[in-house]
T-cell receptor, first 114, second 111 residues
Framework: DAEITQSPRHKITETGRQVTLACHQT?????MFWYRQDLGHGLRLIHY???????NKGEVSDGYSVSRSNTEDLPLTLESAASSQTSVYFCASSDRTRDGETQYFGPGTRLLVL | SQQGEEDPQALSIQEGENATMNCSYKTSINNLQWYRQNSGRGLVHLILIRSNEREKHSGRLRVTLDTSKKSSSLLITASRAADTASYFC???????????FGKGTLLTVNP
């Protein structure tokens, strides 16, 4: 069955370190999204991509970057981790059809920045 | 910025009762969707209603949309303990597959 996976599921890092969170989907979807979820804020869009070599900034992109070298993967990099980036991160994907309005989510990565 | 805002923030009911959650949004939309999130898990799509629809059903779910009031409601009938989760509304304002999520309603169904 097609799925979307994230790794690691839990990560503890120190302030200033570079961290990369992986997202891999086997739906063959063109669209991929990264969100962060924080209490009191719901889900906020960090970056998104509509296809290979395409990346776009979302609502809260400062301090984050993404790259899309193939259809299946959209890794999220925290260039220099800050305590404010402690959060739960979700990756999602959707297709470029009318049904593409529906997003499929990964299980999330809990990141703690000390 | 948050497009959808769910109300109430938290709802506690007994098994068998109906649960109603509301969502208000600010700008015009193409569609509105509801997602469920179980504790510690990712979001799962429940139902989508388009801007030209007023009501939609899926199993025990009933969604209504009032574009004049910029609001939607999600009704879960005959709730079960397994319905305990957070429920989010998300709007698609036509910005190329991007969704804007509300902060969610935490539903607790007591056995």
């Amino acid at each position: 069955d097609a799925e979307i996976t994230q790794s690691p599921r839990h990560k503890i890092t120190e302030t200033g370190r570079q961290v990369t969170l992986a997202c891999h989907q086997t739906w063959n979807h063109n669209n991929m999204f990264w969100y962060r979820q924080d209490l009191g804020h719901g889900l906020r869009l960090i970056h998104y991509s509509y296809g290979v070599q395409d990346t776009n900034k979302g609502e809260v992109s400062d301090g984050y970057s993404v790259s899309r070298s193939n259809t299946e993967d959209l890794p999220l990099t925290l260039e220099s981790a800050a305590s404010s980036q402690t959060s739960v991160y979700f990756c999602a994907s959707s297709d470029r059809t009318r049904d593409g309005e529906t997003q499929y989510f990964g299980p999330g990565t809990r990141l703690l920045v000390l | 910025s948050q497009q959808g805002e769910e109300d109430p923030q938290a709802l506690s009911i007994q098994e068998g009762e109906n649960a109603t959650m509301n969502c208000s949004y600010k700008t015009s939309i193409n569609n509105l969707q509801w997602y469920r999130q179980n504790s510690g898990r990712g979001l799962v799509h429940l139902i989508l209603i388009r801007s030209n629809e007023r009501e939609k059903h899926s199993g025990r779910l009933r969604v209504t949309l009032d574009t004049s009031k910029k609001s939607s409601s999600l009704l879960i009938t005959a709730s079960r303990a397994a319905d305990t989760a957070s429920y989010f509304c998300a709007t698609d304002g036509g910005s190329n597959y991007k969704l804007t999520f509300g902060k969610g309603t935490l539903l607790t169904v007591n056995p």
